[in-house]
């Protein structure tokens, strides 16, 4: 089993940054994508930012140019930099990663969410 475990979510001002963490630990042969996701009241979940094991990075248009995915091998770790947050960034974001158990097996995992508020 994986576990996915987030950190860095809390309240911030509208303008403010904010940077969120998610640690992946268990029985790990290697990661291939990770990603970040959110959900706000009464919408769907949608990917935010997504990164490859080689680094190739995607964005959701609304957040191009205000957050930053990356990613530290060594420790299986995704990190997602969050400036100029607007109220409309208000959401459960979610780590994402789809994991290697073994050369043969993979299975996607979630963390358990951590809650982004942007107001003033």
């Known amino acids: 089993q994986v576990q996915l475990v987030e950190s860095g979510g809390g309240l911030v001002q509208p303008g403010g940054s904010l940077r969120l963490s998610c640690a992946a630990s268990g029985s790990i042969f290697c990661i291939n994508v990770m990603a970040w996701y959110r959900q706000a009241p009464g919408k769907e979940r949608e990917l935010v930012a997504g990164i490859s094991s080689g680094g190739s990075t995607n964005y959701v248009d609304s957040v191009k140019g205000r957050f930053t995915i990356s990613r530290d091998n060594a420790k299986n770790t995704v990190y997602l930099q969050m400036n100029s947050l607007k109220p409309e960034d208000t959401a459960v974001y979610y780590c994402?990663?789809?994991?290697?158990?073994?050369?043969?097996?993979?299975?996607?995992?979630w963390g358990q969410g951590t809650l982004v508020t942007v107001s003033s």
């Open positions: 994402y990663a789809n994991v290697y158990s073994n050369p043969w097996y993979k299975n996607d995992y």
